[in-house]
């Protein structure tokens, strides 16, 4: 019986399959259970209608192409100083005292804001913070930072 393990294309189709599955996995963490959604999905209650989820990849192709949007990163101060640092370009206000910062985002009002934590859960309740306080496109990054530098070292190679 032959090893498939010395054979590249099975390497490589193993390797590409089980990245895949990974970053699915990590693009779903924070969410409620809506598998199978697109890049940018719905909202998610009636109550948030201005908030939707974005997937890591397609939020950066966005902010990329878009120098009118935001990138919110609502992550403690000591999280921006780890192996996740704030992406370039981010505005850094943590969670717990974006409500004292609301006024300052007031030109973004009617213009996406991306906003991202670790994982994506902080950065749900801050879209949906935002979005209860007037803003009009709010957009939840999945997955988070951690979904993010998975992106950005995908590009880099």
């Given at each position: 019986m032959?090893?498939?393990?010395q054979h590249?294309?099975f390497?490589?189709?193993?390797?590409?399959s089980?990245?895949?599955l990974?970053?699915a996995?990590l693009?779903?963490c924070g969410n409620?259970g809506?598998?199978?959604?697109?890049?940018?999905?719905?909202?998610?209650?009636?109550?948030h209608a201005?908030?939707?989820h974005?997937?890591?990849?397609?939020?950066?192709?966005?902010l990329?192409?878009?120098s009118e949007?935001?990138l919110?990163d609502?992550?403690?101060?000591?999280?921006?100083?780890?192996?996740?640092?704030?992406?370039?370009?981010?505005?850094?206000?943590?969670?717990?005292?974006?409500?004292?910062?609301?006024?300052?985002?007031?030109?973004w009002?009617?213009k996406?804001?991306?906003?991202?934590?670790?994982?994506g859960?902080r950065?749900?309740?801050?879209a949906?913070?935002?979005a209860?306080?007037g803003?009009?496109d709010?957009?939840?990054?999945d997955?988070?930072?951690?979904?993010w530098k998975?992106?950005?070292n995908?590009?880099?190679?």
């Amino acid at each position: 019986m032959r090893n498939l393990c010395q054979h590249p294309e099975f390497v490589s189709r193993v390797s590409t399959s089980a990245f895949a599955l990974a970053l699915a996995l990590l693009t779903g963490c924070g969410n409620s259970g809506s598998g199978g959604r697109a890049a940018v999905s719905g909202t998610r209650s009636a109550t948030h209608a201005a908030v939707s989820h974005i997937d890591a990849a397609s939020a950066r192709t966005f902010l990329d192409e878009n120098s009118e949007a935001l990138l919110l990163d609502v992550r403690n101060p000591k999280e921006w100083k780890s192996k996740y640092p704030a992406a370039p370009g981010a505005m850094t206000i943590p969670l717990p005292e974006l409500h004292k910062h609301v006024g300052e985002l007031a030109a973004w009002k009617d213009k996406p804001i991306f906003t991202v934590c670790h994982s994506g859960s902080r950065s749900l309740t801050a879209a949906e913070m935002l979005a209860d306080s007037g803003f009009r496109d709010v957009r939840s990054i999945d997955g988070g930072m951690v979904a993010w530098k998975m992106v950005e070292n995908l590009t880099a190679q």
